[in-house]
């Protein structure tokens, strides 16, 4: 579903934020990315879902090139920043219309999942609100309905429990889970490493640019959690 | 005042960041185009003033009256300053985004409404500067004066802005207080500031009374109304004219002391606004806005234009200028008729059917002073990545920011340039040619501020006025609408015919729209694809 090959990307300056970074999320995964602040996650998010260009590499979502072919990429994915900056003078109802508007989706099939995702977010009665009036927990939770209406075959999340109650974030990993059982996939970066224990059949972790382990979850824990590894990992590399 | 200083410091630093932040960037050349624009620009205007007040003086001087050299210095730059401030103050004291984090430190209210007051003092500044110097320096010249006065004009010249930026922050908090007690905030700034613009523009009509006899001397009635009115200028002609200490402490001591006054006053009153005027009120409609709505992408995209360009005071303020000119100009030829646009005759050098010819340009000028595509990517700002992230042809994009300008621009300007021409009762093809004129240079106005927006972008903004004022795009595209509107005035001078080459004119600003949007198309859409928020 996606596949990354030796992505580099560097800012003016000459800093080099991600370094030869591989990997693979098939079908069905729950990948977890983690690593430090200023690791190079979100710049591979943002790689991934063609915010930045980059260097070198390539990046397949679905097979597609994100160079060669963004926008057909764009319509399998979707994406949640770790800080979903909104349209504030949009109500909730308005901007996932206009998240349904430029993904096509029918008047009814919209209808009816808005309705879903709304009332088990807790957002039914908050739709014809304008969204500059929620706190940053209710933003996020729009974002991520407006993310699952096309049913994306990749979801990609930066930090997507941030701001999160315990019940909604309860709710968005069995929506995670769900949308992997139907054969869709997800990448997410995460400091919550518990969950990324729990939650991923695969991990990588990510030190400086460079990608310093990565595989399933199962195989590179062993007997050792995921704090003790990343802690390890990260601080005699 | 350690405080004060601290954040004066930050916010100066902010701004020399941004602008080396830009040039690491590689935006250096843009950069550096634009401060020599600004420059040359600077230099036209300042040379401008010094000529006119040249001949000022020199007519002034003929009947003794030297002295009201320094009255029009003071009027100019003060009410030069106060229409900035009306026009800037309401936006800059309530809509900087680092407003939470200030509030939440041991600061007063007062010390960071003074520092974000001194910010505006810089700028303001050289606006007063640019306005009163020549006409101080002439009266020095005039009078042969030492170098005493000279450094007496330097001071003093630091104590103009405070009275006018005392006037336009009582102004905005005045708004802005009345706003936060009603629903819809954005509403009550825009038909406030409407209001004063309007005041102002009748004020200007009612002023015109005492210029229309012949020869400067008739104007110096308007200036000793102002003058009148501005209650420090009698100290600051006597500080100058003596040299006078006791009259320069005095014009000192007013203007500074009621501007620490106001900052005083209002810094707690600051808080409680700024606090209010964030609030967007989360109203629970179950009726219209909670429907389900299908609409193309381009007709989602124009929608989120709509609500944006609405949900901004700022954006509707700082680009409603010319539009709002344009229609008090058409209703005042309605209720007061020909004759209340005399002016159009004062400036008649060849005839009546000149007339089309002046409002043209008027009404470029009007145009190019509501650009609503010149911060249309700018305003994006941190929410840049969803037209990123998302299946959307860059080219919705454009076609959206421009249908936004031609749709709120357009319609108004030609019914405002319609009523003109039937109160001035021009020809048919007079009528037609300016109403096509009018048109087409809207749409060209609009390709021009998405280019420049293109060209110069900036998504790092904290606050909507940075993205709609502050902005190198908004600037040249200013400052390019402005060289443009005199153009319609070019065959005066060169004696071509005037409906010949205005009607080139149409066909040219046609012409180059259709080029700026291949730009935009083409060029435009790489440029989209490698921003980065």
């Not at chain 1, 595989?215 to 990343?230: P, R, W």
């Not at chain 2, 930026?165 to 009582?170: A, E």
């Not at chain 2, 100290?235 to 501007?259: C, D, H, K, T, Y």
């Not at chain 2, 008649?348 to 002073?369: E, K, N, R, W």
Request: positive net charge; charged residues 15%; aromatic residues 10%.
């Amino acid at each position: 579903m996606l596949q990354i090959k030796n992505l580099v990307k560097s800012f003016p300056g000459g800093v080099r934020a991600v370094d030869n970074v591989s990997l693979h999320v098939a079908p069905g995964d729950i990948y977890g990315f983690i690593g430090h602040n200023g690791a190079g996650k979100t710049t591979t998010i943002k790689c991934v879902t063609g915010l930045y260009d980059f260097d070198e590499g390539e990046i397949y979502v679905d097979g597609k090139s994100v160079k060669e072919d963004p926008m057909a990429c764009k319509m399998v994915s979707a994406y949640i920043p770790d800080n979903p900056d909104l349209y504030d003078h949009l109500t909730c109802m308005q901007y996932l219309n206009f998240i349904a508007d430029i993904y096509r989706i029918p008047k009814e099939p919209r209808a009816e999942k808005i309705k879903y995702y709304a009332d088990i977010l807790e957002l039914s009665s908050r739709l014809g609100e304008p969204i500059g009036a929620f706190s940053h927990g209710m933003k996020q939770k729009v974002a991520i309905i407006a993310a699952l209406l096309h049913e994306p075959k990749l979801l990609v999340l930066d930090e997507p429990f941030v701001g999160l109650d315990p019940k909604a974030a309860h709710i968005v990993k069995q929506l995670l889970a769900d949308m992997c059982q139907k054969g869709g996939a997800v990448f997410f970066s995460s400091h919550v490493l518990e969950v990324v224990e729990k939650l991923c059949n695969k991990i990588a972790i990510i030190k400086k640019g460079k990608i310093i382990v990565s595989g399933l979850t199962e195989d590179i824990l062993k007997d050792e959690s995921l704090e003790d590894l990343f802690l390890e990992l990260t601080d005699n590399e | 005042m350690n405080n004060f200083f601290k954040l004066v410091k930050v916010n100066l630093l902010e701004i020399f960041y941004n602008s080396r932040k830009k040039k690491k960037a590689g935006g250096g050349a843009g950069q550096a185009g634009t401060i020599l624009l600004f420059l040359v620009l600077f230099a036209f205007v300042a040379f401008a003033v010094f000529t006119m007040a040249m001949g000022m003086g020199e007519a002034m001087a003929a009947v003794g009256l030297l002295p009201m050299l320094l009255l029009i210095a003071l009027s100019f730059s003060t009410i030069f300053v106060l229409v900035l401030c009306i026009y800037r103050m309401p936006g800059f004291l309530f809509s900087f985004k680092d407003f939470d984090l200030l509030m939440s430190m041991p600061i007063k209210p007062s010390v960071i409404l003074g520092s974000k007051l001194f910010t505006s003092y810089l700028e303001n500044l050289g606006a007063a500067a640019l306005v009163s110097l020549p006409f101080m320096i002439v009266y020095g010249i005039m009078t042969g004066a030492g170098i005493a006065y000279y450094l007496l004009m330097i001071l003093i010249c630091l104590f103009i802005p405070l009275l006018p930026m005392t006037v336009g922050g009582l102004l905005a908090f005045g708004l802005a207080k009345l706003a936060t007690k009603l629903k819809m905030k954005n509403l009550v700034m825009i038909v406030g500031m409407v209001l004063v613009m309007g005041l102002a523009f009748a004020w200007s009509f009612g002023a015109q009374t005492l210029t229309e006899t012949e020869g400067i001397m008739a104007s110096l009635g308007m200036f000793n109304q102002i003058g009148s009115v501005l209650f420090t200028s009698r100290f600051f002609v006597e500080a100058l004219s003596g040299p006078n200490l006791l009259s320069l402490l005095i014009f000192i001591g007013i203007s500074l002391g009621l501007f620490a006054l106001f900052i005083l006053l209002f810094g707690r009153a600051f808080r409680h606004i700024n606090t209010a005027m964030r609030q967007i009120t989360g109203r629970r409609r179950k009726g219209k806005t909670a429907k389900i709505e299908v609409r193309s992408p381009l007709g989602a995209l124009l929608h989120k234009e709509i609500r944006t360009y609405f949900g901004s005071f700022i954006y509707i303020f700082n680009t409603c200028v010319g539009v709002v000119l344009a229609t008090l100009l058409a209703i005042v030829a309605v209720i007061l008729g020909p004759t209340a646009l005399s002016f159009l005759a004062d400036l008649q050098m060849v005839g009546p059917d000149f007339a089309p010819f002046i409002l043209m340009m008027i009404f470029s000028f009007f145009i190019a002073c509501g650009n609503i595509c010149a911060p249309s990517i700018s305003i994006e700002g941190s929410r840049f990545y969803i037209l990123r992230a998302l299946p959307i042809d860059p080219k919705d994009v454009f076609r959206a920011k421009l249908l936004l300008h031609v749709i709120i621009t357009l319609p108004l300007m030609v019914l405002d340039a319609a009523v003109l021409c039937a109160v001035l009762q021009f020809s048919l093809a007079n009528t037609l040619l300016f109403i096509v004129y009018v048109a087409v240079f809207v749409v060209f106005i609009g390709t021009l501020g998405l280019s420049m927006n293109l060209k110069f972008p900036r998504l790092d903004y904290k606050d909507d006025m940075t993205a709609v004022k502050q902005s190198a795009s908004v600037f040249s595209c200013i400052m390019i609408g402005m060289v443009l509107a005199f153009l319609p005035l070019l065959p005066l001078f060169l004696n071509w015919p005037m409906t010949l080459f205005s009607a080139g004119m149409i066909v040219l600003y046609a012409g180059a729209a259709l080029l700026l949007w291949q730009f935009i198309t083409h060029g435009g859409v790489r440029i989209f694809r490698s921003l980065q928020a």
